[in-house]
């Protein structure tokens, strides 16, 4: 069975740093990877996704994701945080080669200092 | 587009009490998705539809729970009867079928949020 693994529970960054956000997949075939984010109280949005191809991966509000086989990883990266990137991020597998059936981390919460 | 609508945003019921929870996904959809969150367990899928019928229940943890999607643009998740440990965020989302599903992107809900006391 896929599963996902996010190391880090909370994390905090000041604002205009970088961020890296892990996240670590366990699947016996190719995986469909996804990073999501949810802000407090509300659903969850759909940061960026991988299916195939170019293994950087551009995403919305100026995120990006790296799909490294070799590490089975899928780190979320942004060069400078903005106070409004404070949320938590979830990751996740989709099963059967598919992006129906998810599988998500634990998720990371991330703080940003002023 | 208005997205995914959940109501109630809200639900405090207490043990034994039945309780509905309601979803209209975005317009065009065919599948539909329930999850739910805790803190214990994280965000598990809990059955999801296509095209208005059942696909995999799998997740459903108890026959206390019951879901149904009797047309394109309504499901409820139902819960008889509730448990405090059912307290939870419940989630619908829905995505558009595109390439046998491999590219498909779930959008979510703002969830409900029940507590059961």
């Known amino acids: 069975a896929q599963s996902v693994t996010q190391p880090d529970i909370h994390i905090t960054v000041s604002e205009g740093a970088s961020l890296e956000l892990r996240c670590n997949y366990s699947y016996g075939a190719t995986p469909y990877l996804f990073w999501y984010v949810q802000s407090p109280g509300q659903g969850l949005q759909l940061l960026l996704k991988?299916?195939?191809?170019?293994?950087l991966v551009q995403g919305i509000k100026g995120f990006e994701a790296e799909f490294k086989r070799s590490q089975s990883s899928f780190n979320l990266r942004k060069p400078s945080v903005h106070w409004s990137d404070a949320a938590e991020y979830f990751c996740a597998v989709g099963a059967y080669g598919s992006a129906r059936q998810l599988t998500f981390g634990s998720g990371t919460q991330l703080t940003v200092l002023p | 587009d208005a997205g995914v609508i959940q109501s109630p945003r809200h639900e405090v019921t207490e043990m034994g009490q039945e309780v509905t929870l309601r979803c209209k996904p975005i317009?065009?959809?065919?599948?539909l998705f329930w999850y739910r969150q805790t803190m214990m367990r994280g965000l598990e899928l809990l059955i999801y539809?296509?095209?208005?019928?059942?696909?995999?229940d799998s997740g459903m943890p108890e026959d206390r729970f019951s879901a149904k999607m009797p047309n394109a643009s309504f499901s409820t998740l139902k819960i008889q009867p509730s448990e405090p440990r059912d307290s939870a965020v419940y989630f619908c989302?829905?995505?558009?079928?595109?390439?046998?599903?491999?590219?498909?992107?779930?959008?979510f809900g703002p969830g409900t949020r029940l507590t059961v006391l």
């Open positions: 317009s065009g959809h065919d599948y």
């Open positions: 991988y299916f195939s191809g170019d293994t």
């Open positions: 989302a829905s995505s558009l079928n595109q390439r046998g599903g491999r590219t498909d992107t779930q959008y």
């Open positions: 539809f296509n095209n208005n019928v059942p696909i995999d």
